[in-house]
C-alpha cells in the first residue's frame, strides 16, 4: 500500500502484481476508482461506490483516465462515466 496526495487530499494506492499486469486501486473515503479487474455487477450487488478505469499501468495514469463504468451507489454522489479518475476521487472524498 501506498500513500498518493491528489489535489491536497492523500489517498490510499494499491498495486498487485499478476503475472501478467498489475491489478490497481485508489481507495478514497466513500468508495474507490479500480482498474478494469474489478466488476461492477458485484459494486452494485454490495452497494459499493466504485469507479472503473481501464488501460492504466500506473497511478498516474488512472488519475487521467475516464471512468469507463461506475456503480449505480457511485452515480448517486455524481461518478459519472466519461470523468476523470482525478474527478471522482474528489468527489468520493
Known amino acids: 500500500m501506498e500513500k498518493i496526495i ?8 494499491w498495486r498487485i502484481p499478476t503475472e501478467s499486469a498489475s491489478i ?28 472503473i478505469v481501464t488501460g492504466v499501468k500506473t497511478f498516474a495514469d488512472m488519475l487521467e483516465a475516464r471512468l469507463v463504468k461506475c456503480s449505480s451507489c457511485a452515480e448517486t454522489v455524481g461518478l459519472r462515466p ?11 472524498s
Open 82 to 92: 466519461g470523468m476523470t479518475g482525478r474527478e471522482a476521487l474528489r468527489k468520493l
Open 6 to 13: 491528489v489535489d491536497g487530499k492523500e489517498f490510499e494506492a
Open 24 to 51: 490497481l486501486l485508489i481507495r478514497a473515503a466513500h468508495g474507490f476508482i479500480g482498474c478494469g479487474y474489478f466488476d461492477i455487477a458485484t459494486a452494485n450487488r454490495l452497494n459499493e461506490h466504485v469507479g
